[in-house]
């Protein structure tokens, strides 16, 4: 039975002054299961998730989630479709708890008020799932940058989230703080969750997706790279310079 696809994306181009990030990138994320997306610097990795979850406009293309066309991705209409994204930099706001940089934006209690307990206790069951220990009522600029990417997780996770981005997520971690994570993303699979995910580390990449494989139909220049990264050298695949998928846990 052919798999289903989450997530495709059609002929995306996106040009910024002098660099063409995006160059006609066509891919297909099958439903439920972790991809790795490889590529140098600057092969447009993050241009590619930006364009996903609509925070910023490409010049062509579309993308198609859960079998419906969208020409034109907002921000707004990304989480609204279950996409969040944990990025590079970091977006959690210093001056806040954990707890309400988790809840930002949401409505927890009534009308504009927010729930402060009710929030505090769902971002503590959040990290009873994910089996660490940090406390809701924490200031964020107080953590150390492992929790504090812990804690951008925890508020994709809170989300409702169906397709989960995830860029470089493991910069700041330790060995420790790394197998926790891949954890958590193994039981986000298992929940369904479509994972994306980005990292310049192959050995990463080889626990997460359980190496590589041509995955779906793809077309111009990600095309020729999945070809490339199915061969034997993945010293090439860091050389290639577009972005390709390259695994899939099944
Ligand atoms: N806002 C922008 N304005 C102009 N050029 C940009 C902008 N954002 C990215 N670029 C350029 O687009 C190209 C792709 O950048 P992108 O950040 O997507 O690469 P990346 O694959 O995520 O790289 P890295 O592995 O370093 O994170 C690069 O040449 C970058 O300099
Ligand atoms: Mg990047």
Known sequence: MAATIALSLHHLTKQYPGVLALDDVSLEFAAGEVHALLGENGAGKSTLIKAIAGAIEVDSGMIRVGGQEYARMTPHLARSLGIEVIYQEFNLVPSLTVAENIFLGDRTGRGILIDQKLMVNRAAEVFRDFEVQIDPLALVRDLPPAQQQIVEIAKAVSKKVRILIMDEPT?????HEVDSMFEIVRRLKQSGVTVLYISHRLEEIFTICGGPR?????????????????GTDPCQWQRRPRHFVCGAER
């Open 171 to 175: 910069a700041p971690l330790t060995v």
């Open 214 to 230: 041509t995955a779906g139909e793809l077309s111009g220049a990600a095309h020729h790279a999945v070809r490339s990264c199915a």
